[in-house]
């Protein structure tokens, strides 16, 4: 049973930073492309990253390229986010999902692989 548990979400001002966690179990991880996903009342789901397993391909969204780094500690089974200059607009749920892009995280939610989510706000 695929199980995702994002973690690291809090409070914090306008330029400051977090690591999100994200713990999976239950499937192959080693071997799938993952991403990092928020949501938002206003826009809905964006894809904002994702990476392939061996790590060396890992692209963005222009909304977050140069502030956010994806990486992954494939021995533990650990998806990371590493959001720096938090901006307003980065407040939302994060969520970690199988899938390398936008399609692929859709499709792997419709297949109910996504977690709970951890909760970002940055204040101003």
């Known amino acids: 049973q695929v199980q995702l548990v994002e973690s690291g979400g809090d409070l914090v001002p306008t330029g400051g930073s977090l690591r999100l966690s994200c713990a999976a179990s239950g499937f192959a991880f080693s071997t799938r492309n993952m991403s990092w996903v928020r949501q938002t009342r206003e826009k809905g789901p964006e894809w904002i990253a994702g990476m392939n397993p061996l790590g060396d391909r890992r692209d963005y969204a222009d909304s977050v390229k140069g502030r956010f780094s994806i990486s992954s500690d494939n021995s533990v089974n650990m998806l990371y986010l590493q959001m720096n200059g938090l901006k307003v607009e980065d407040t939302g749920r994060y969520y970690c999902?199988?899938?390398?892009?936008?399609?692929?995280?859709?499709?792997?939610?419709?297949?109910?692989?996504w977690g709970q989510g951890t909760q970002v706000t940055v204040s101003s």
């Open positions: 999902a199988p899938g390398g892009s936008y399609t692929e995280v859709a499709e792997s939610y419709e297949d109910g692989y």
